[in-house]
């Protein structure tokens, strides 16, 4: 009933139909109240003929009616609003910054709930209308773009009709821009362009529009910048802009082979570790996953990572948590793998007996990788064979023995450890190695 009575005073347009209009809105937060209005005769028309009248305020109350629409979770109300998605878009090029603003968020809702809307939208010209809007001076525009696109880019459909238009327009190069400048222009918009660079390069087969921007050496600038901000005074909710920044630049280099030759950046994850590791541990892992991409293939960094000193700092990462122990060993690897040289310089710090309590853990990935560690040691420097005997490191191995899918692995490194110093070591290469 009072529903039906607000949606009768807006039609009639009575004196206070601004009043009607505000009394309307304050219902529409009621999720009921949503399901209820579009279901009534002419309810979104109305609607729509107000938010598209000359008249200012009329419009934007209109508009923040129909905002509150876009917030229900139920796809039947986003689908009644379908007629409005042509006027919203067009009215982006507006007025005021709010009102701007305000369309861009109902569409952002929208766009979510509804594949309907999303397939309407595309033909409608959404691409090219947010490409427009992206070179907008106002911070508060800027983030609403964000929204809307990162929903665009998670769509289940966007690896096949969404990211190929979005890399044929000129967003890329602007996000690129925004992220990069987050510090100095406005952090709420750089976190939002951020997390839809990451949405295009992990959904996205080839990612030669991003690499031909620049984003690898821009992004790696950034993430020194943002580490040298650190100490002074971060900002509030810099960990929401470093996440993405590092989960993009670690998924580029994981599928282009790119390689980053400088060693700075080695230095800015230990800071940014040191700073974000207690207050926010899932952005040590996101650290210490560009650290394993950085140095899984490139021997330049692996000795830039001994050279610098970092390896204490590593090594004392080692017990903070189970996907920590995985990922430092995997780095250890990484560096094991490049031969007798550095696998003498880790050495040189206490490796070894940092490895024995990891094998009696029960978690079989982290034993897996101590046990990869260990054969690449053994291999290129016998000598820590012989010292691991004597830490009793034999007794630790000799438990996995019975251990099916670590036996094998295990009786190939006690074989290799009581082979006198300097004899051939003939098994290693039954060893199955690990990506």
């Known amino acids: 009933g009072q529903v039906l009575e607000l949606l009768r005073a807006v039609q009639r347009g009575s004196e206070d139909r601004k009043g009607s209009l505000g009394r309307l809105r304050r219902a529409l937060q ?46 039947t109300v986003a689908e009644a609003c379908l007629p409005v998605t042509s006027y919203l878009l067009t009215y982006l090029s507006g007025h005021s910054v709010e009102f701007t603003e305000l369309c861009l968020y109902t569409l952002g809702n929208l766009v979510v709930e509804s594949e309907a809307v999303r397939k309407q939208l595309l033909p409608q010209g959404i691409i090219p209308v947010l490409a427009s809007c992206i070179q907008s001076p106002h911070e508060a525009v800027l983030e609403g773009v964000g929204y809307v696109l990162s ?32 510090l100095k222009a406005g952090l709420g918009a750089a976190v939002e362009f951020a997390w ?19 984003a690898v050496p821009a992004l790696t ?34 599928e282009t082979g790119c390689q980053v030759r400088d060693e700075r950046l080695l230095i800015a994850l230990f800071l940014l570790l040191q700073c974000f590791l207690q207050q926010h541990p899932f952005l040590g892992q996101e650290c210490l996953w560009l650290l394993n991409n950085l140095t899984a293939d490139d021997p330049f960094q692996c000795s830039a990572l001994l050279s610098l000193d970092l390896l204490p700092a590593l090594l004392q990462l080692l ?15 990484n560096v094991a793998e490049k031969g007798p040289f550095l696998c003498q310089q880790l050495l040189q ?4 007996p940092l490895l024995l309590p990891i094998l009696t853990q029960p978690d079989p990935e982290a034993l897996g990788q101590c046990l990869e560690l ?40 006690l074989h290799m450890a009581r082979q006198p110093l300097g004899a051939p070591s003939p098994c290693h290469t039954t060893l199955p190695a690990f990506s």
């Open 151 to 182: 929903q665009l880019l998670q769509a289940k459909e966007s690896p096949m009709e969404i990211i190929p238009q979005v890399l044929d327009s000129v967003l890329p190069q602007h996000m690129l821009r925004l992220v990069c400048s987050g």
């Open 221 to 254: 600038s950034l993430l020194l910048d943002l580490a040298s901000e650190i100490p002074q005074d971060a900002p509030e909710g810099l960990e929401l802009l470093v996440c993405p920044v590092l989960r993009c630049l670690s998924n580029l280099l994981a």
């Open 319 to 333: 017990p903070c948590s189970q996907m920590a122990t995985v990922l430092v060993l995997t780095v250890l690897c």
């Open 349 to 352: 710090q206490p490796v070894l």
């Open 30 to 75: 009621n999720e009921e109240t949503q399901q209820k209005f579009v279901r009534l005769e002419g309810s979104v028309r109305t609607l729509t003929g107000l938010f598209t009248s000359s008249l200012a305020d009329m419009q934007l109350e209109a508009a923040r009616c129909l905002h509150e629409l876009s917030h229900s979770s139920d796809p």
């Open 374 to 413: 260990l054969h690449l040691l053994f291999l290129h420097c016998p000598q820590a064979a012989a010292d691991f005997t004597r830490q009793g490191g034999n007794q630790a191995l000799e438990q996995h023995q019975s251990t099916p899918e670590l036996q094998e692995r295990a009786q190939a490194l």
């Open 196 to 214: 839809c660079l990451h949405y295009i390069i992990c959904r996205h087969k080839s990612n030669t529009v991003l690499l031909a921007l620049g």
